[in-house]
T-cell receptor
Framework: GENVEQHPSTLSVQEGDSAVIKCTYS??????FPWYKQELGKRPQLIID?????GEKKDQRIAVTLNKTAKHFSLHITETQPEDSAVYFC???????????FGGGTRVLVKP | DTAVSQTPKYLVTQMGNDKSIKCEQN?????MYWYKQDSKKFLKIMFS???????INETVPNRFSPKSPDKAHLNLHINSLELGDSAVYFCASSLQGQRGEKLFFGSGTQLSVL
């Protein structure tokens, strides 16, 4: 079945530095890899996603990289700002079916 | 004009009681979900409905019963509440198919069982 491991569970960075979160998965049939951001007391919201036919995608200060051979994908946040402080979740979805399986989450704290 | 709305936002109740959470989406999506987020923030899918048909039913106690009267609504009824049911329950919706993987979450219902 689907399984996704997310590391680290907490990440503290200085404002302006970069943050990297990594997820590894076991099911090679996974073909969709989104990242969700959940601010304190709020709902999770999609910030970026990537499909299995793409190796990298960027959107301003955030980027996602995918290594299908090694079965891992990562979220990169550059020039971090205090408003980037949140819990970030990776997720995977198999080609068939609509079920998204989430990683355990990474609590990111950006210190001013 | 909230896209996915769920009520109530907070629910405090005693063990053994029965309670319901309601969810409605106005996005025209055909698939709706219930997720449970525990105190460690882990998000786990419970149920999914597509056009009123149950398509995902994870290992959830029988005390939890979802109901979808139409594709815009998905309610969750919980019988005989237990302490371990305390969590935040998120409703979500999406369009089935490759173009519709993005999940739109409701604002959550914080359930506290005393």
């Amino acid at each position: 079945g689907e399984n996704v491991e997310q590391h680290p569970s907490t990440l503290s960075v200085q404002e302006g530095d970069s943050a990297v979160i990594k997820c590894t998965y076991s099911d090679s049939a996974s073909n969709y890899f989104p990242w969700y951001k959940q601010e304190l007391g709020k709902r999770p919201q999609l910030i970026i996603d990537i499909r299995s036919n793409v190796g990298e995608k960027k959107d301003q200060r955030i980027a996602v990289t995918l290594n299908k051979t090694a079965k891992h994908f990562s979220l990169h946040i550059t020039e971090t700002q205090p408003e980037d402080s949140a819990v970030y979740f990776c997720a995977i979805r198999k080609a068939a079916g609509n079920k998204l399986t989430f990683g355990g989450g990474t609590r990111v704290l950006v210190k001013p | 004009d909230t896209a996915v709305s769920q009520t109530p936002k907070y629910l405090v109740t005693q063990m053994g009681n029965d309670k319901s959470i309601k969810c409605e989406q106005n996005l025209g999506h055909d698939t709706m979900y219930w997720y449970k987020q525990d105190s460690k923030k882990f998000l786990k899918i419970m149920f999914s409905y597509n056009n009123k048909e149950l398509i995902i039913n994870e290992t959830v106690p029988n005390r939890f019963s979802p109901k979808s009267p139409d594709k815009a609504h998905l309610n969750l009824h919980i019988n005989s509440l237990e302490l371990g049911d305390s969590a935040v329950y998120f409703c979500a919706s999406s369009l089935q198919g490759q173009r519709g993987e993005k999940l739109f979450f409701g604002s959550g219902t914080q359930l506290s069982v005393l």
